[in-house]
């Protein structure tokens, strides 16, 4: 039976491989004696040795995921995924970030989410029941594109398994005990699949409900709190996944698609005046739901016998429709809010947004083996169409299209039996066209103020046009085998990331400081503006690496340090609405730890530390701490324990996790305070079925969620003690 809590550590395999776990034997002192490990990475894009990794990789199994009580996937990757920012609590991933710098995700390799404008919800949407393996590369990295600066993550989905037909279903209801009646929340799913020989299809689809949330002391928490993100409460959600796949000789083809359906009801507003910030009861909502349909459809053609190698060629296309919640003005929260029209200064309520975006593409590479090294080289093309509208019809943010095509290769050389060498370089060049637009009037808050103007701040001409994006980065990395169980490993990477540019074309025209007579006229100057003057650069993060891998059979570890640095890092201030970008510097180390003293008791731990500084007043000297919003919590830890009670009580197993989030008071705008979560839980494996029993935030602890208040920096409360039920059955 596999351990509910401990899958991150025990089933990485860099820290620890599977096979490993399962030749320990029944005593410590059992001999091992192991094939060399090849695993398959699609985020590698290569298949390497386990050992020949020259950096930080996790792998995380489906299973462990779907075996926790909680099906809150975002939640689970904060905990187990060493250097991943804490949850948020939301769909949103606002502020979730790898490392201190922007995560990439990816679904099969393919991105859901527009480099251009993102509403980046794609690990709160996606079916848990689909996946087969989570992937994670930590530090800067190119392989596929942009945006990947702190590392990436990829979800892979499931194919059918088994000869014949095969099934499985689950359900899992939750319980709030401030309300058990309006916090209930229920998953739903089921999957089956079907192989005969070469022929296989695999098809999920889950149905979520969930109620209200309440924090520790008992408070409802709000169902907006991050402004607009959408929270995770009283939500309705359908998805479906499905994969073919077909063998023909040494042709292979998996096609595959999703489709999710989600929305979000609110009933009332944010107070953010409160701390932590509330329900207002007395003003209800006014705007349209919260909703993301997202729908994707790729195509995988690989053949290993290729006249030049191993060949796999990929083509995808993705549609998103998603609507922000409605904000009004709130002169903490939200100052800037569009106006009516160009003359009455008054808030609109027709200014809540829907983002529409289209992707498609396409990605061929070969991987050839040499005599002494294998090479893996391609091309990559992408098509990105992205626009933002009010719901009075007005642009929100430029209409805007990109083209992107990339040239990389990889080389992979093993040097004698101590060394293994990992080196390439990859270019990349974008074609961006943003459309002329006029940017929406804003909301004078300041009117009747003596000194300042009484109409709204007029709308203002964005000039739009062409322009060029490119990119020339590289990596390497060496693997020393120092020992039978020591691996050391040092590397270097670079990332590229062009900042959110539809962000930058909605603040176009608003200053920094709106209280200053030079901020105040810059709001009401009517001049056209182009988007050449506020396009933002493209930043290259540099990334330096150093660890090691002990695998010593029941006792592992794998560490490292890193450093990373960027001319052109990007910072959201929330106190000014204001992007900018800066010299930065990012810095830490992590490490995971697994231990089986017994067969049946499982032990682990996950920690990192995370800081970083940055240019704060653009002189060239690095000077002041990064903003909470990048550097939530600079220390997090959870720690695992796993008890098999089979011999006593067959087919029962014990878990206990606890994770601890550090303050952070390095941000003079807010600070962060510390939070320690423990969750405990049960499973029972029976002929039946398997039936689970979880209690998340046992002592009903009154905190704060780190990385919810680091988005705006106004505290928002984090969820109290809840209860769960689960029932898992496979045929």
Known sequence: MRNLWLYALVASSVALPASAQEATGDTASDPVVLPE?????????????????????????GDEVRERANWDLPKFLSERVAGLTPDNGTISGASVNLRGRQVQV????????????????????????????IEVVKGATSLFGNGATGGLINIVTRSAEEEGFHGDGSARISLSEEDLDDGLATDLAAGLGYRSGDFGIRLDLVATLTGDRFDGA????????????????????????????????????????SWVDLEQDIDFTTDFTTDPISVDFSAPYEGEPVDDRTSSVSLDYRNRAFLLGDLRMTAFYTSAERRAAFVGFDPVANPLVAAVDGTTNLPSTEAQTELSTQQFGMRAQVTTDFDLAAVTYGIDYQRDD???????????IAPMQQDSVAAFVELNL??????????????EKSFLTVDDFVRPAI??????????????????????????????VFNAGLVFHATEELDLFTGFSQGFSIPDVGAFTRRAGIPADLSSPAGLAELFNPSPISFADIQPDAAIVNNYEAGFRLDLGRYNI????????????????????????????VYGGEAILSARPIDALQLGAVVAYTEGRFDSDDDGDIDSF???????????????????????FEGLTLGASAAFTSSRDRDPASEIDATTTLDLSARYASDFGTFSLAVENLFDTDQLNPTATAVRGIPVGDEGRRIFFGYAVAF
């Open 37 to 61: 490990i090849v695993v398959t990475i699609d985020a590698l894009r290569s298949d390497l040795p386990e050992g020949a990794i020259p950096g930080s990789v996790q792998v995380i199994g």
């Open 386 to 396: 992205v626009e933002q509208v009010q719901l009075d019809g007005q642009d929100a």
């Open 218 to 257: 008992g408070q409802l928490i709000p169902s907006d709190p991050l402004i607009g993100q959408g929270g995770s409460d009283n939500l309705r959600r359908f998805a479906f996944t499905g994969t073919t796949d077909y063998a023909l000789g040494d042709h292979e083809f998996e096609l595959s698609g």
């Open 414 to 427: 093993p040097l004698g039996e101590r060394f293994d060498i990992r080196t390439g370089a990859r270019y």
């Open 106 to 133: 990816l679904i099969n390799g393919v991105a859901r989410a527009s480099e251009l404008r993102g509403f980046s919800r794609e690990l709160s949407i996606i079916d848990v029941n689909s996946i087969e393996r």
């Open 443 to 472: 909301f004078n808050p300041f009117a009747g103020v003596p000194g300042f103007p009484t109409g709204p701040a007029p709308a203002r001409a964005v000039t739009g046009g062409d322009f060029d994006y490119d990119a020339l």
């Open 626 to 648: 990064l903003q909470n919003n990048r550097i939530v919590s600079p220390v997090t830890a959870t720690l695992f324990a796993s008890y098999d009670l089979t011999r006593r």
């Open 558 to 585: 794998e560490a490292s340090g890193f450093v990373s640095t960027s001319d052109d890092g990007t910072t959201f201030e929330p106190g000014t609405n204001r992007i900018s970008q800066q010299k930065e510097i």
